[in-house]
T-cell receptor, first 121, second 113 residues
Framework: GAVVSQHPSWVICKSGTSVKIECRSL??????MFWYRQFPKQSLMLMATSNEGSKATYEQGVEKDKFLINHASLTLSTLTVTSAHPEDSSFYIC?????????????????FGPGTRLTVL | QQQVKQSPQSLIVQKGGISIINCAYE??????FPWYQQFPGKGPALLIA?????SEKKEGRFTISFNKSAKQFSLHIMDSQPGDSATYFC????????????FGTGTRLTIIP
């Protein structure tokens, strides 16, 4: 299957600082990437849909000024958690869908990254 | 209408047995139903997926059964092994590309010797 990477895999930061998480599709191009957060023993919650070259679409209840998303190229999307607080501590996961006709994935398959564990002290 | 309900929340199965996880949806616009497997500290990985034009799909020990009229689908893991111990999520989405997935609540599966 296609490969999606995330960096960093884990990060610990002080309250009030900003943290940037990168999501890269390593062997395919994706016009759309998705950002999720997952609390312990819970399901994935979609935060936003990231579109290359345009503004992200945020889910209801997600603060767009706090969770800044940039999708600068067909292989890279970044999530910046601004002024992070302990309640932002979570597992952040991205996914990406290959461009149609590229022969990567089937049935509009989305490929998930390995996740980033954020701990805010 | 966007919910996908998943049961059971947790499941313990003896090695060699059959693990069955069920999901139900309401949105008739859903057209793609994947199952994901997630190990602790890792991202989810696609296990198997089905479209509503077939009632069953099998890949190795994993089978999806789909009942369009009841709006239900299930995952069967045959000959369950300790390595299958993980959390399983069902999901659903519309047919067209770049549509968001709606996830079930997850089932924590434990296979005991």
């Amino acid at each position: 299957g296609a490969v999606v990477s995330q960096h960093p895999s884990w990060v610990i930061c002080k309250s009030g600082t900003s943290v940037k998480i990168e999501c890269r599709s390593l062997d395919f191009q994706a016009t759309t990437m998705f950002w999720y957060r997952q609390f312990p023993k819970q399901s994935l919650m979609l935060m936003a849909t990231s579109n290359e070259g345009s503004k992200a679409t945020y889910e209801q209840g997600v603060e767009k000024d706090k969770f800044l998303i940039n999708h600068a190229s067909l292989t890279l999307s970044t999530l910046t958690v601004t002024s992070a607080h302990p309640e932002d501590s979570s597992f952040y996961i991205c996914s990406a869908e290959p461009l149609p006709g590229t022969g990567r994935g089937v049935d509009n398959e989305q490929f998930f990254g390995p996740g980033t564990r954020l701990t805010v002290l | 209408q966007q919910q996908v309900k998943q049961s059971p929340q947790s499941l313990i199965v003896q090695k060699g047995g059959i693990s069955i996880i069920n999901c139900a949806y309401e949105n008739t616009a859903f057209d793609y139903f994947p199952w994901y497997q997630q190990f602790p500290g890792k991202g989810p990985a696609l296990l198997i997926a089905i479209r509503p034009d077939v009632s069953e799909k099998k890949e190795g020990r994993f089978t999806i059964s789909f009942n369009k009229s009841a709006k239900q689908f299930s995952l069967h893991i045959m000959d369950s092994q300790p390595g299958d111990s993980a959390t399983y999520f069902c999901a659903a989405r519309g047919f067209f590309g770049n549509e968001k997935l709606t996830f079930g609540t997850g089932t924590r599966l434990t296979i005991i010797p």
